[in-house]
Nanobody
Framework: QVRLVESGGGLVQSGGSLRLSCTASTDYYTINDMGWYRQAPGKQRELVATITSGGSTNYADSVKGRFTISRDNAKNTVYLQMNSLKPEYTAVYYC????????WGQGTQVTVSS
């Protein structure tokens, strides 16, 4: 069983920055894949970025060059540094972890005002 707790969302102006954090509570030492997805109102949940325990990353084209995902395996924590934010990035951001199956956090709201 894996429990994910997110933090760091909020309201920011266009062009600003936010940093999301997500810590996984688990009896296992290291989780395989972790990452972030987002869901805007009226839209489907979509990939933002993922990172493996070995540090390999994958980004959605829309955030490449603006977002950076990183993790601390010892803490089972994943981070998402979001820079140059745009209003279209407004969404609920969900932490994701995969350990034999997928787990999701409760979501954290990110609102970017124009």
């Amino acid at each position: 069983q894996v429990r994910l707790v997110e933090s760091g969302g909020g309201l920011v102006q266009s062009g600003g920055s936010l940093r999301l954090s997500c810590t996984a509570s688990t009896d296992y030492y290291t989780i395989n894949d972790m990452g972030w997805y987002r869901q805007a109102p009226g839209k489907q949940r979509e990939l933002v970025a993922t990172i493996t325990s070995g540090g390999s990353t994958n980004y959605a084209d829309s955030v490449k060059g603006r977002f950076t995902i990183s993790r601390d395996n010892a803490k089972n924590t994943v981070y998402l540094q979001m820079n140059s934010l745009k209003p279209e990035y407004t969404a609920v951001y969900y932490c994701y972890a995969h350990l034999y199956r997928s787990y999701w956090g409760q979501g954290t709201q990110v609102t970017v005002s124009s």
